[in-house]
Every structure is written in structure tokens, then in C-alpha cells.
């Protein structure tokens, strides 16, 4: 196993804790900002680095087509989206994987804080890097299936 394999593995095993231990005690029936600043405490509190409502500007050659808000990104290398909706749209991988190629990252997980909650890890490793134009920053500054890994979701509305 690689290095980096091997911190993926460790964050993505970190923030699906955080995700059962955020729904664990909130249940189901809070906004969708409940979950999300439940979440950030509890990543803090496991030693990572949370930028929330980060913004991507999304960039042809020089031309600004417009931004995008993610929910959050830990440690700089992990996009992570969350729906408190009673079903899941989807709608929500494509647009956790959209996050992916605008911000050049590889990983995300698109956590459901639903009536189960059900977690979904997406990579993306196909896309090109983004170009100097499209990068993140925090607004503070400081066949897929569920559980498993996709290269690229599935999603028939496309």
C-alpha cells in the first residue's frame, strides 16, 4: 500500500466515524447547517483541518464561468458534501463529482444524513488538473454503490 493510499484510507475512515457520531447523537430531521457544523466540531476534535463553504471558481482558458460553494474540504485533500433530505437525489453524486474535477482533488465522500444514513465515497482520478485559474480557498482561511469506491457515478439524468 502506498503512502498516500494509506492516508486516504485513515481520513476516509476518520470522517465516516465522525459522520456515525454526528447521526448517532442529532438522528434524523435537522437542516442540512446542523449536521454540517456538528460535523465540523467533531473533525476539529479528531485532529483535522476544516475549511467550510468553500468556494471554487470554475475557469475556461480566461474566461470566469461561474463558482461553487462545497460544504467543506478536510485536510486540503478531502471534499466532503452533505444532504439532509428525506431521499437522496441523484443529482448529488454528479454534483459531489463536479466538486472533485473543479477543485483538481481525487476524493470525496457525500454523506446522507437521511431517515438511514448512508455514506458514499466518489474519486475521481480521469480528470485533468485544474488550471491556475481553479483553485479553492477556505472562506475562514485557516456501477457505484453505497460504501464503496467509483471512479464516476452513476447518475441516468445526465
Known sequence: MQRRDFFDERLTYSVIGAFFEVYNTLGF???EHIYVQALEYELQARGHRVG????????????ELGGQRLDMIVDDVLVVETKSTFQLSRIATRQTYNYL???????????HFGPEPHFFRI??????????HNQFTPRDQPSYREGEESSYPEDESV
Not at 123 to 130: G, I, M, N, T
Open 29 to 31: 430531521g435537522f437542516l
Open 52 to 63: 467550510r463553504e468553500v468556494g471554487v471558481v470554475v475557469h475556461y482558458k480566461d474566461l
Open 101 to 111: 474535477r473543479a477543485t483538481g482533488l481525487q476524493t470525496a465522500m457525500l454523506l
Open 123 to 132: 474519486e475521481c482520478h480521469r480528470h485533468r488538473r485544474p488550471s491556475k
